[in-house]
C-alpha cells in the first residue's frame, strides 16, 4: 500500500499541470466538544504526533518551532524514504486557521487548510479544506477518501487527549481551592494487596499504588508535561511512559529519564500500621 502511494504521488507530481485543473480535493467537517484555545494548543503540539497517532507517523524531528507554528522531518508508517516528509505547519490565530504543507518528499506540494469556528464555549466546528496540485481526475476519489478516513482517525485520537486535558484542567484549578487532608485510608492490606495497582485520589490529584521490589510505592497518574494519564501506563524496570507524547518517569524517584526537564507530582508516604494492618497514604 505505502508503495502503491508513493508511485502514484510521483507520477502526480511528474504530471503537466493544465489551467483547468482544481487542486482541491476534498473538504471534511466536523464538531468537537472542546475549546478553540484546546484546539490551537493541539495543532501547536508536534511532539504528540509519532506518539498519539503512532500508526500514521512513526518518526519526527522538529526543525523549527514557536508561536507561529513549526516545522518538522517526518516520516509516515512504516518509516522509510518512501514515506519521508518536510511538512510545516503556521497558525493564524487572527483568521481562526493554520495551514500545513508538504514541502518535501511524499505529497509535495499538498496544502490543508484547517478552519476552527467556536459554536459555544466548549465547542467548535472544524473545517478541512485539502488541495493537491497536478493530481489526474481519475485518483481523486482516492485521495478524497484517503484523506477523510485519515483525519477521522486523527481527530478520533485528538479529540481523547484535548477533552482529558481539559477535564484535568479543570480539576487542577477546583484542587487548589480544596481543603487538604493528613492522611488516607486506602483499606486493609490483604484487601489492598488483592486490588493492585490500586488508583486512588489524595488531596484531588490522582496516584496509583503498586508494589516494586516488595514494597509498596504511589505514583503520580498525571503527567506533569501535558496532564497526560497514566492510568494505563505499564511499569518496566520502575519506568513508565505517557502515551501522548512519550515522556518516562521513574516512579521511584519521579524524575523524568527521557531528558525532559520535569517530573511527577510527589506522592503521598504509604504506611502499613502495624496493629491495625491499615494501609494509609500520609502527606509529605
Not at 476519489?141 to 484517503?146: F, G, T, V
Not at 503498586?210 to 496532564?227: Q, T, Y
Not at 519506568?239 to 507530582?265: M, N
Request: charged share 25%.
Amino acid at each position: 500500500m505505502v508503495v502503491l502511494t508513493y508511485i502514484f504521488d510521483w507520477m502526480r507530481r511528474l504530471s503537466i499541470a493544465f489551467r483547468n485543473q482544481v487542486p482541491h480535493v476534498v473538504t471534511y467537517t466536523r464538531e468537537l466538544p472542546i475549546s478553540l484555545e484546546r484546539m490551537y494548543e493541539n495543532a501547536l503540539d508536534w511532539e504528540h504526533l509519532p506518539w498519539l497517532h503512532r500508526s500514521t507517523f512513526s518518526h519526527l524531528e522538529v526543525l523549527d518551532s514557536g508561536d507561529w507554528g513549526w516545522r518538522a522531518k517526518a516520516y509516515m508508517h512504516p518509516k522509510s524514504f518512501l514515506t519521508y516528509m518536510i511538512i510545516e505547519l503556521r497558525l493564524d490565530r487572527d483568521k481562526n486557521r493554520w495551514i500545513t504543507k508538504t514541502h518535501r518528499g511524499l505529497g509535495k506540494g499538498t496544502e490543508i487548510w484547517t478552519h476552527a469556528i467556536p459554536l459555544g464555549e466548549n465547542k467548535i466546528k472544524v473545517i478541512v479544506d485539502f488541495y493537491v496540485p497536478k493530481l489526474p481526475f481519475w485518483l481523486k476519489k482516492s485521495y478524497a477518501d484517503q484523506y477523510t478516513d485519515l483525519y477521522a482517525r486523527l481527530y478520533d485520537e485528538d479529540l481523547w487527549m484535548m477533552a482529558s486535558r481539559q477535564k484535568e484542567l479543570d480539576r487542577v484549578s477546583k484542587a487548589k481551592h480544596s481543603e487538604k487532608v493528613e492522611s488516607l485510608s486506602l483499606g486493609k492490606l490483604t484487601e489492598v494487596e488483592t486490588q493492585l495497582p490500586l488508583a486512588f485520589e489524595f488531596n484531588h490529584h490522582p496516584f496509583r499504588l503498586v508494589k516494586l521490589n516488595g514494597e509498596f510505592r504511589a505514583h503520580s497518574l498525571s503527567c506533569p508535561h501535558m496532564l497526560g494519564p497514566l492510568d494505563d501506563a505499564a511499569i518496566h524496570d520502575g519506568v513508565l511512559e505517557c502515551p501522548w507524547h512519550g515522556y518516562q518517569f521513574d516512579i521511584q524517584t519521579g524524575k523524568c529519564v527521557s531528558g525532559q526537564k520535569c517530573r511527577l507530582a510527589r506522592p503521598p508516604r504509604i504506611v502499613v500500621d502495624r496493629e491495625s494492618r491499615e494501609v494509609f497514604a500520609n502527606a509529605v
